[in-house]
């Protein structure tokens, strides 16, 4: 029986409605990808406010890798409603926040002490590893990378690489943060192919200590270890190893920011554990229990750098969303979430393999486990991407049941981030859907265009 269901055509008139509303009461700057506004959600689902049902390709972008409204975070957010809502746990402090510590430090690759500190999204937890880092190194320099996404506030903007919608005309950002290629085989900025590369890109580091910025001036590497907003990109599996080692060599530390590829969406736990690596500092967010929460994981000496009172924030580590974050780890520990994530993401690919074979517009298909991608382009040739294509492929989708989210520097990646949970129905479904909307806006290939 289909999952999708809908009722009116998209957005219905209720959701139309809102939009009139949200334009006059809300700033444009807040993009919205679908013009439907929700109703209710459960696992894999949602539906919105004019009875239409959708699959969620997005799950909050990223947000929700055990679900929709699991009943085991509904009924742990519930017990702690009765209990308090807020306190600050800088005034008085609550075990629950002391217990999800320890559970990440016990979580997060790497056997050595730890310590974890908790806050509210995801650009505050990568603001705080760049202060802890910095106070640790007595260093200034940061090293981002090409690509890459590590959020909205003014430190995490001057990280971030994509340059519209996300940096422009927000200018002056913070200083000492310094910009290398990731490791985009598919786009190589330095036109090499791996394995010949030999891992040219990461080995390249030395030379940017030579000409960029001094290795005694840096105080660490901050990296996304499968990229998210950037696309999806997933590099070659002893990239990780070979950059830490540089960095280590150097004094310099290791941060990954797992905030989208964390709590189980690749496959792992964490997407450093596919890589058989160990950051000195770990920050994840989003599935971390799906209520606005982050944390900062690190060795313990790392952790202890900053001084007493020099990390917190009034809401950081709130009650509700520790509550949340410990019966998401509870599930992860129960069910078969990470094997799923690995079924789903072979299933993704199996389908987009077939339509690589009949439409060029297929550039790549890429991913670690449930964090998957196609790359769109205009020819297999050209590489020139495909982004107006990719848009309407997505509005084909959420105007017939499925809410998809598109990512890369050049907005042609579609991407999944779809709750773990999902049915091999309901992919299948949701997988229709996006194979329908590829072929609404290609021609097959070998097909002449009629003129
Ligand atoms: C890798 C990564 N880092 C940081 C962030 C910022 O997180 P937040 O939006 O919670 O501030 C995001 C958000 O998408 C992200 O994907």
Known sequence: MSTIHLRTQVPGPKSKALSERRAKAVPRGLSHGTPIYVAKAKD?????????????????????????RRDEVVDAVKDQ?????????????????????????????????????????????????????????????????????????????????????????????????????????????????????????????????????????????????????????APPADYFKVLIELCHKHGILFIADEVQSGLGRTGALFASE????????????????????????????????????????????NPLSCAAALAVLDLFERENLLARANELGDQFQRRAREWQQRWEIIGDIRGLGGMQALELVKSANSKAPASDETKKISQYCYEHGLITITAGTYSNVIRVLVPLVITNEQMDEAMDVLEAGIANVCEPKGAVALV
């Open 44 to 68: 894999a689902w949602l539906e919105d406010v004019d009875g239409n049902r959708y699959l969620d390709f997005a799950g909050g972008i990223g947000c929700l890798n055990v679900g929709h």
């Open 81 to 233: 409603l009765e209990c308090f809502l807020h306190t600050c746990v800088q005034v008085t402090p609550y075990e629950s926040y002391v217990r999800l510590a320890e559970r990440m430090n016990e979580a997060t690759p790497g056997k050595f002490a730890k310590k974890t500190i908790f806050v509210n999204t995801g650009a505050e937890a990568v603001e705080n590893a760049v202060k802890i880092a910095r106070a640790y190194t007595k260093r200034p320099g940061i090293i981002a990378f090409e690509d890459a996404f590590h959020g909205r506030t003014m430190m995490t903007l001057a990280l971030t690489s994509k340059t519209h919608p996300y940096k422009a005309g927000f200018a002056p950002f913070p200083s000492e943060v310094y910009r290398v290629p990731y490791a985009y085989c598919y786009r190589c900025s330095y036109s090499k192919t791996y394995p010949s590369c030999d891992l040219y890109c990461a080995r390249h580091l030395e030379d940017t200590f030579k000409r960029v910025v001094a290795n005694e001036e840096v105080a660490a590497v901050i990296a996304e270890p499968v990229l998210g907003e950037g696309g999806f990109v």
């Open 274 to 317: 596919r890589y058989g690596i160990e950051p000195d500092i770990l920050v994840t967010a989003k599935s971390l229990g799906g209520l606005p929460l982050a944390a900062v994981t690190g060795r313990a000496e790392i952790m202890d750098a900053p001084g007493i009172g020099g990390l917190g924030g009034t809401f950081a580590g």
